[in-house]
């Protein structure tokens, strides 16, 4: 069975830490994909990634950096965190053209 | 720009009827995919049909079926004998394959409420 696994369903992080969401598939895919979900405004793409150390700013990539040292591990980083970064956040993967498998999500709370 | 737009933010449909879910997009490259995934209140998303741009037929998934009208720039999912479980709120993606780009886009989703 495919598998996105994110490391945590809910967080809560004070305001101006550094905040690190993991995501690891074992597809080996080679596209992997950040989004936040907001009430209204379906799911806007953080950063994607198309290979190991690649990476792309998505349409809203203020406030977050990412890095992908291992084929399977994709990591989104709030270098400081603000509320206005409280959010769904999910991860997604993909193989070429196929479907993107997404993980369970997490509920980021910033206080 | 938005690529994806779903029009209706909510819908309440009775049991065991159909029900249409509106998405339009927008491209200017030749090759692209459409997806629907539906998320229940769970959060997880789960991927229910795909169409590509150059698929001759409309895509059908058991009871999901996707109403592909390119010149209209249209990609309805259309869901029949509606069930309790089909409560959930669905979203329309798109992929534009030109250079290789991998992005996938979302509409804002259409909030699904299926009554007895």
């Known amino acids: 069975d495919v598998k996105v696994t994110q490391s945590s369903r809910y967080l809560v992080k004070r305001t101006g830490e550094k905040v690190f969401l993991e995501c690891v598939q074992d597809m080996d895919h080679e596209n992997m994909f950040w989004y936040r979900q907001d009430p209204g405004l379906g799911l806007r793409l953080i950063y994607f990634?198309?290979?190991?150390?690649?990476?792309e700013k998505g349409d809203i990539p203020e406030g977050y950096s990412v890095s992908r040292e291992k084929k399977e591990r994709f990591s989104l980083i709030l270098e400081s965190a603000s509320t206005n970064q409280t959010s769904m956040y999910l991860c997604?993967?993909?193989?070429?053209?196929?479907?993107?498998?997404f993980g369970q999500g997490t509920r980021l709370t910033v206080v | 720009a938005q690529k994806i737009t779903q029009t209706q933010p909510g819908m309440f449909v009775q049991e065991k009827e159909a029900v249409t879910l509106d998405c339009t997009y927008d491209t200017s490259d030749p090759s692209y995919g459409l997806f629907w995934y539906k998320q229940p209140s769970s959060g997880e998303m789960i991927f229910l049909i795909y169409?590509?741009?150059?698929?001759?037929q409309n895509a059908t998934e058991g009871r999901y079926s996707l109403n592909f009208q390119k010149a209209r720039k249209s990609a309805n999912l259309v869901i029949s004998a509606s069930q309790l479980g089909d409560s959930a709120m669905y979203f329309c993606a798109m992929r534009e394959f030109r250079f290789n780009d991998y992005k996938l886009s979302f509409g804002a989703g259409t909030t699904v409420t299926v009554r007895a």
């Open positions: 990634s198309y290979d190991v150390k690649m990476k």
């Open positions: 169409q590509g741009s150059y698929d001759q």
């Open positions: 997604a993967s993909t193989g070429g053209r196929t479907e993107a498998f």
